[in-house]
Structure formats: C-alpha cells, structure tokens
C-alpha cells in the first residue's frame, strides 16, 4: 500500500523500512535496494545495516536537506533519527530506533509526518505517544512492529492528537 502526502509518495518495505519518493528521486530509510533507492539511510547499526560515516546534514540533489538527529549510543549498537526538509515546505521527522526520547523537545516545528517505532522493544505506544503530544505532528506512521496490537493500542491512545495511519508493508 503506498500513500501519495504533499507530493511525496511513501510505502513501507518490511517490518522497519521506509520508501520515499518525490519529484523521481527515492530515499529508503532502514531498507536497501539498489534497484529501488537513489539514497538510502540507516538509523542503527546491527549485523544486518549499514552505517555509513556522515555528516549532520545531506543535501539530496537541492530537493531534500536531510539533518542528523543523534538518539543513542547503545550496547547493541547506535540509533539516529533523521529530519527531512523537502523543498515544498514538507518536513518528515524519522526518530530512530532509540529509547531516548530526549531530543524530542528540541526538533523543529512543524512537522507534517512522523515516523516513529512502536514495537514495545524500542518504545512502547505509551511512550511513542509522549512524543506525538510534543510533536504535534499532521500525520503519523507507526513502524516497527509485527503485532498490529500495537498500532491499535497506539491509534487508540494517540488519535485525539494526530492522524494515524495503518501503512501496510509490501
């Protein structure tokens, strides 16, 4: 299932992945696919990802600034969250597999789309709700769980404060 928001057509690839794509280009957060993904992002670093060395900030051909959000340093591993600024005003905030909820306060707003992890492993619905509420923002995707109790719980804590978005994976 693929959502089209604001000129931007997003989809998820498996459990954790995320495609989007605008104005022909493809940036995949959390799956890689050289055939699909013009620019791929990594918000941790397990046996399974790979986690370049980059900078705070990515400019993406003029369309999209991407800025570093730094979560947490773990013993598993390390998690970053991403904001992306495309240049139609949208912003999309990914907050990384952390359970640090910390930086929340300091993103800036608006933000239009969030996605946020909510397999209780990394944050629980309750605890992904706390940032909804300081987010504030227009449209959340929950990502990261198999269980859809999970996205139920979430919906039903969460919806008074945003549009949540059942996102099926492909």
């Not at 941790?44 to 060395?53: A, G, L, S, T, W």
């Not at 979560?71 to 904001?83: A, D, K, N, P, Q």
Request: glycine share 6%.
């Amino acid at each position: 299932m693929k959502l089209d928001f604001r000129g931007i057509t997003l989809w998820r690839k498996g459990v954790d992945g995320v495609v989007l794509k605008y104005r022909g280009r493809t940036i995949c957060i959390d799956y890689s696919n050289t055939y699909e993904c013009n620019y791929t992002l990594n918000t941790r670093y397990q046996y399974n990802h790979v986690f370049p060395e980059i900078s705070d900030r990515l400019n993406i051909e003029g369309l999209v600034e991407v800025i570093v959000v730094k979560s947490s340093v773990e013993s598993s591993g390390c998690s970053i969250g991403y904001l992306l600024f495309f240049n139609n005003g949208f912003r999309v905030y990914h907050t990384g597999y952390s359970s640090s909820i910390e930086n929340v306060l300091s993103i800036e707003k608006p933000i239009h789309l969030l996605l946020i992890p909510i397999s209780g492993d990394e944050a629980s619905p309750e605890e992904a709700c706390e940032v909804v509420k300081s987010l504030k923002p227009v449209l959340t995707i929950p990502i990261g769980f198999k269980d859809t109790r999970f996205f139920y719980k979430f919906r039903d804590i969460c919806q008074p404060y945003t549009q949540i978005v059942l996102l099926t994976c492909s």
